[in-house]
């Protein structure tokens, strides 16, 4: 499969799978060529996958009525970000099952598009390269080599 494809495979992933993005990522960075390029596209396919759920839930915000966005679970997501600020984006990469909830509520909330961009970019090269690091390191272990090559011969 050529890098292109790869790449869309794994932004669609992201955005419209119910597939973690944890195994997503490691199933990227096995089976892909390793080295500073695939460490930067990758890092660059988060930032904007996930910036489509900041655009999907700015857009959702001007759709739902003003009546249905009082609920107590928006107004508890309000506080959050009013708490942490933009610095709640940086912590969401890390937790599942927050990871893409957040990111919809950021764009709902009144966070502005270039404060969201600059700390999901940050986030998305701290998760990236976590990640990076970890398959670099498991390619290291035999068990990991064997799986790794049972993987490519599929």
């Given amino acids: 499969m050529d890098l292109f494809m790869q790449y869309v495979m794994l932004a669609v992933g992201i955005m419209f799978t119910p597939l973690s993005d944890d195994v997503l990522i490691m199933t990227h960075l096995t089976v892909a060529n390793p080295g500073w390029f695939l460490f930067f596209s990758t890092w660059v396919v988060f930032t904007l996958a996930f910036s489509w759920f900041y655009l999907v839930g700015r857009g959702l915000h001007r759709v739902i009525p003003s009546s249905t966005r009082d609920s107590r679970y928006l107004t508890r997501a309000k506080t959050l970000y009013e708490t942490y600020g933009a610095r709640i984006v940086l912590v969401s990469y890390f937790i599942p099952g927050l990871r893409h909830p957040l990111h919809y509520v950021a ?31 498991a390619g290291h272990i035999p068990v990991f080599q064997q799986f790794q090559h049972w993987v490519m011969s599929l």
């Avoid at 986030?123 to 398959?135: C, D, E, H, P, R």
């Fill in 107 to 137: 764009g709902f909330t009144s966070l502005t598009f270039r404060t969201y961009f600059l700390y999901n970019a940050i986030s998305a090269f701290l998760y990236t390269g976590a990640w990076s690091v970890v398959i670099r390191l």
